[in-house]
C-alpha cells in the first residue's frame, strides 16, 4: 500500500547518522489501534539531550506510516537552546496537517513552553511548574533595546500560535516579558477570571496567581489547571485516550523514546556546535546593526549644509568653505559607504540565519539597519552630484 508523503522538512536527509538510528520491530496490522500514538520524551536541556535532529527523524518515521495519528510530548525540561525549541515549533506547524499533537508537562521551564503551546491539547501532571520563559534578558547582548525588541517578536509569535491552538494566549507574553502582568481569580460566582491586572478588593483566598512586572509567570500546576492551560493527567501515556475520548488509543511501538535515547547521544556534538555558531551570528548581528546606525548617524552630521558656509558677496562659497563642503561631503558618503558595506554583510549573515534556523531572530536586530537599506544609495547619489557645488 502506498504511504502518506513526508513533510517538506521531512524529505531523505544527507546525514549519514540517520541511516544508524535504532531499529524497532513494527507491530502486527491487527495490533494497531485506529488512534495508534507515537511518544517523544523531551526530557532534559534543549540544544542538548533533546535536539531537532530526534524530533525531525521521528515525525519521519511516524509520517510515513498511516496508522499513526497522534504525537505525544512527555515534557520534562528546565528550558536551554531557544533556537532548538522554536526549530522544533516550525517542524511541528509542518505536520500540523498530519498528526495531532498532545504533550504531557512534568516541568516545562523557559525554552520548553514553546513546544508546549504548540500541542493541540496541554496536560499537566502533579507537582509539575510551567513557564518562567524570559528569552533574552536586559544584559544578553548589552544593547537593551534590541533585547526588548526581540522579545517582544517571540512573545508576540508564541501569542498567535497560543490563540490558534485555543490556549489562554494571556499567559504568554508575562511568561517571556517581565515587565508583562497578568493575574487569576475567583469572582463572587467562583468562576475564574484573567486579566492583565488584579482587580481591587479581591480577597485574597480568591487570587489563583497575581504577576506583577518585577517577576516572570511560572505556576504550578493547580494554577495552570485553573488557568484553562492545561487539564490535569497522572499516568501511563496509554491511558490519555480515554481522557481525550479517542477509541483504539496505543502506542504504536517504542521508536520515539528509544530514537530520541539515540539523537542525543549522536548529536550532541553537532548541536552544541549549531548553537555556539548561532549565538556568534546573533551577537555579530547586534554587534553590526549598532555600527550601521552609528555610521548613519554620522554621515547625517557630515552631510553639508549651504547655510553652514562662508561665502562672498556674490554668493559664492569662499576658497576655504569649497574645501570644508568637499571635505565634509567626503566624510559623509564614506560613512553611507559603510552603511552600505555593513548591509552586505547583514544580508550574508541573514543567509546564515536561513540555513541556521535562526532568521526569526534577525528580525529582532532590524534596529539600526532596515531603515538604511535604500536610503544610503540615494544620499551618496546625492552627495556626489553637490559635491562640486560653489555656492549660490
Not at 508537562?105 to 509539575?128: L, N, Q
Not at 524570559?134 to 517571540?154: H, P, Q, T
Not at 487569576?184 to 484573567?194: K, L, S
Amino acid at each position: 500500500p502506498t504511504r502518506p508523503a513526508p513533510a517538506p522538512s521531512a524529505q531523505a536527509s544527507d546525514d549519514e547518522d540517520l541511516l544508524t538510528a535504532p531499529e524497532v520491530p513494527e507491530p502486527s496490522p491487527g495490533d494497531v489501534g485506529k488512534n495508534a500514538f507515537l511518544e517523544i520524551h523531551l526530557r532534559g536541556t534543549y540544544g542538548e539531550e533533546i535536539n531537532i535532529e530526534g524530533v525531525k527523524h521521528v515525525l519521519m518515521y511516524a509520517a510515513e506510516r498511516e496508522a499513526i495519528r497522534h504525537i505525544v510530548f512527555r515534557i520534562d525540561s528546565g528550558g536551554g537552546s531557544l533556537l532548538t525549541t522554536v526549530q522544533i515549533q516550525d517542524l511541528m506547524k509542518e505536520y500540523e496537517g498530519r498528526f495531532r499533537f498532545h504533550c504531557i508537562v512534568d516541568r516545562a521551564i523557559s525554552a520548553s513552553i514553546w513546544t508546549m503551546f504548540a500541542c493541540d491539547t496541554v496536560h499537566i501532571s502533579s507537582g509539575a511548574t510551567v513557564g518562567g520563559a524570559v528569552a533574552y534578558s536586559m544584559r544578553s547582548f548589552g544593547n537593551a533595546e534590541v533585547d526588548a525588541k526581540m522579545n517582544s517578536i517571540l512573545a508576540a509569535d508564541l501569542t498567535a500560535l497560543a490563540e490558534k491552538k485555543r490556549h489562554p494566549s494571556i499567559l504568554v507574553e508575562p511568561m517571556i516579558r517581565m515587565e508583562a502582568t497578568v493575574a487569576a481569580w475567583r469572582d463572587q460566582n467562583g468562576r475564574v477570571q484573567i486579566d492583565k491586572k488584579l482587580p481591587p478588593r479581591v480577597a485574597s483566598q480568591d487570587i489563583i496567581f497575581e504577576d506583577t512586572d518585577k517577576t516572570v509567570l511560572t505556576l504550578t500546576a493547580e494554577q495552570a489547571i485553573a488557568a484553562g492551560l492545561a487539564g490535569r493527567f497522572d499516568g501511563p501515556t496509554e491511558n490519555l485516550g480515554n481522557l481525550l475520548n479517542l477509541p483504539g488509543w496505543k502506542r504504536y511501538n517504542e521508536f520515539g523514546e528509544s530514537t530520541i535515547k539515540w539523537a542525543a547521544k549522536v548529536y550532541k556534538d553537532r548541536a552544541e556546535e549549531r548553537q555556539a555558531k548561532g549565538n556568534a551570528l546573533i551577537e555579530r548581528a547586534v554587534a553590526l546593526s549598532s555600527s550601521i546606525s552609528r555610521n548613519a548617524d554620522e554621515a547625517i552630521s557630515f552631510t553639508p549644509r549651504p547655510g553652514n558656509y562662508a561665502r562672498y558677496n556674490t554668493g559664492r562659497f569662499t576658497r576655504e568653505s569649497r574645501l570644508e563642503w568637499q571635505r565634509d561631503t567626503d566624510r559623509a558618503i564614506g560613512a553611507w559607504q559603510r552603511v552600505q558595506d555593513g548591509i552586505d554583510e547583514m544580508r550574508g549573515l541573514l543567509n546564515e540565519a536561513q540555513s541556521l534556523g535562526i532568521i526569526r531572530f534577525m528580525e529582532g536586530i532590524e534596529i539600526g539597519w532596515k531603515d538604511y537599506q535604500e536610503r544610503a544609495g540615494r544620499e551618496i547619489m546625492d552627495l556626489r552630484r553637490a559635491r562640486s557645488r560653489t555656492g549660490i
